[in-house]
């Protein structure tokens, strides 16, 4: 199985669809995390909707989504964590990105 810095892929519809229905979420300007409390089970996915543009910019969103949750994930609870990109993430710099992430993630209450 893949993992990102100790944490499984989410690959199948099924995984997500549940997350998305009984997780909580946050929005911030350019992500929003749906987070699902599990003891034991460390599990990360990451999506880019039409919406954000051609494959070109949905890639490298979740480029940029993956490469911050690599910063973060050391600190994170153990749970399910799913990352949306929305379309501000496409022209926004590096650190905006990164605060974003750190006020979501502060706000769910899921850094340790």
Request: aromatic share 12%.
């Amino acid at each position: 199985m893949i993992s990102i810095s100790g944490f499984n892929i989410l690959k199948l519809h099924k995984e997500f669809q549940y997350i998305y229905n009984k997780g909580k979420n946050q929005h911030s300007t350019n992500v929003v995390v749906f987070y699902l409390p599990q003891d034991g089970i460390r599990k990360v996915g990451f999506t880019a909707t039409k919406k954000i543009g051609n494959a070109v910019k949905r890639n490298r969103a979740k480029r940029r989504m993956r490469a911050l949750f690599r910063e973060f994930s050391a600190n994170l609870q153990d749970g399910s964590y799913i990352f949306v990109a929305k379309a501000a993430i496409v022209t926004a710099d590096y650190q905006n990105i990164q605060n974003d992430f750190k006020k979501i993630l502060s706000r769910s209450k899921t850094l340790a």
